[in-house]
């Protein structure tokens, strides 16, 4: 009878956690779509309105689920610790995007 209990409340607790981090990890998603706008303007020194049209269409594309974060913040990141990208960071992760969401099946 004790096993059904210890059971039951051990059913009952991981539920409940279960529960609570799902909520937290909706909260990070939101909150680094939110900041991701702002990382890529300034961490690829956009500078051009086609440019920050581009990084707008990328975060709305992220907002609604059309393209996945990790594919954008693991570019981000490839482009900020690759030297040649250094003087126009832009222009090599907004190539490199395309090429790998490309070879998802998204078109950026």
């Known amino acids: 009878m004790q096993r059904i209990v210890l059971l039951l409340l051990a059913t009952y607790f991981g539920a409940f956690s279960y529960v609570g981090l799902e909520s937290v990890n909706a909260q990070t998603t939101a909150a680094n779509v939110a900041d991701l706008h702002q990382q890529l303007k300034s961490g690829l020194k956009a500078r051009r309105p086609q440019e920050f049209a ?54 950026v």
């Open 54 to 107: 581009f990084i707008a269409k990328v975060v709305t594309m992220v907002e609604n689920d059309h393209l996945p974060i990790d594919l954008v913040i693991s570019t981000f990141l490839w482009v900020r610790q690759n030297p040649q990208a250094r003087d126009y960071p832009f222009v090599y992760f907004q190539q490199a995007l395309r090429e790998r969401a490309k070879r998802l099946g998204i078109t």
